[in-house]
């Protein structure tokens, strides 16, 4: 690929600012089964499919380690190639899950429409947090809870889990619910009836089941930390191509509250940023000058440092990796993330191939005041 180059370090960054689409969610949501679940922390279809290509990945094992929504898997599933996802956060978990399953369609309207044909049940609204029941009118949350009730008897797991996700994507609709960045908002307004939702929610997910060209899966989708993969075994993992949390960015579980709340209710919460904390760790481990970076700053490389060790473990000889990270500013000093994980990554025996800049982010205090510019890049890496 072309682009101009500049000089950070010891790394040499390519800017490919024309690509900046690619670590967005947004080609996504035109996208059959990708575009099940929005998730703004995401990266495109587009992207794994091009990387897929140009590591000229035909067959082997593909992880994510920070599968997310499930896009690397299922795209992976587009092209018969066998993958894993890993996840700490249950939400996630629960979303990949159900996006890379392979569906029988008449199977799913056999179940739709016995749940559509159940008699109402009374449930109660006890052991909810206040805010879920603050977004929903309390006949609307009283029909969820009777569904999500109904769609618990299911006894296959995956068919479970495909209108598990049904009902969530159906609820939200139908809530008061505005995602603010990393904020949940109340906004009265109009919101829809909630079975004709449900009904038009599983109807286009059927749509899209039929529509998707499946050429291996199901994905291994496996609860866990990318910190240690002990499910993994050394040397069997042909490809990484992967999103970590980004530096500096603002807990966004809050987003999720609601569905995790009606959904993964029998679920203990964790962060999905739970390995960023900010009281530094492990730092005698981190192989870097870190004078001047904040505590947070180096809690977080230090984690990231004990990813690409097990990144290493789990890869093939010359096995290869993706990596989308974002940099961060604080108080006017910008943190290189891309840079800093490629001189990490190179000191624990990773051959650095490149840094490819695809996107610049604005950094602002109160969402008024720009303080810095963020860049948002590629890190490729090869285990010799």
Not at 89 to 118: G, H, Q
Not at 176 to 190: L, Q
Not at 197 to 208: A, G, L, Y
Request: hydrophobic content about 40%; some cysteine; charged content about 25%.
């Amino acid at each position: 690929m072309g682009g101009s180059v500049s000089e950070q370090s010891s790394q040499k960054v390519e800017e490919r600012y024309d690509l900046w689409r690619l670590v967005t969610f947004l080609p996504n949501k035109e996208v059959p089964v990708h575009r099940w679940f929005y998730y703004k922390e995401g990266f495109s279809r587009e992207l794994v499919w091009n990387l897929l290509t140009e590591f000229g990945i035909e067959g082997g094992v593909v992880l994510d380690p920070f599968v997310g929504s499930g896009t690397t898997t299922l795209t992976c599933m587009e092209r018969g190639i066998e993958s894993i996802g890993i996840d700490t956060s249950p939400l996630a978990v629960l979303v990949s899950y159900a996006k890379t399953r392979v569906y029988d369609p008449v199977r799913l309207e056999t179940y739709f429409e016995s749940l559509i044909r159940r008699s109402p049940i009374k449930v109660s609204e006890e052991g909810l947090r206040p805010i879920t029941m603050r977004v929903f009118k309390k006949p609307t949350l009283l029909e969820i809870l009777a569904m999500r009730e109904h769609v618990s008897e299911i006894p296959e797991f995956d068919y479970r889990s495909f209108f598990t996700l049904a009902l969530m994507r159906a609820a939200m609709r139908c809530s008061y619910v505005y995602k603010d960045g990393s904020s949940i908002r109340i906004v009265k307004r109009h919101v829809p009836p909630f079975r004709p939702t449900f009904r038009r929610v599983v109807r286009e997910m059927v749509s899209d089941v039929k529509s998707i060209k499946l050429l291996s899966g199901p994905a291994t989708i496996i609860k866990g930390d990318a910190r240690s993969m002990e499910r993994i075994e050394g040397q069997t993992i042909d490809a990484i191509i992967t999103s970590p949390p980004y530096l500096n960015k603002i807990e966004y579980t809050r987003v999720y509250e609601v569905e995790e709340d009606l959904f993964l209710h029998d679920t203990k919460r964790e962060s999905m940023r739970s390995y960023i904390g900010t009281v530094p760790k492990s730092l005698k481990s981190l192989p870097l000058d870190v004078d001047g970076l904040p505590d947070s700053a180096i809690a977080y490389l230090s984690d990231m440092e004990e990813v690409l060790r097990e990144m290493y473990r789990v890869l093939v000889s010359e096995g290869t990796a993706a990596i989308v990270v974002a940099g961060a500013v604080y108080n006017q000093i910008v943190v290189e993330t891309d840079v800093l994980i490629a001189e990490i990554a190179q000191r624990i025996g990773f051959e650095v191939k490149k840094i490819l800049a695809v996107n610049r982010r604005a950094v602002t205090s109160s969402r008024v005041k720009k303080i810095g510019e963020a860049r948002e890049s590629i890190v490729y890496l090869m285990k010799p």
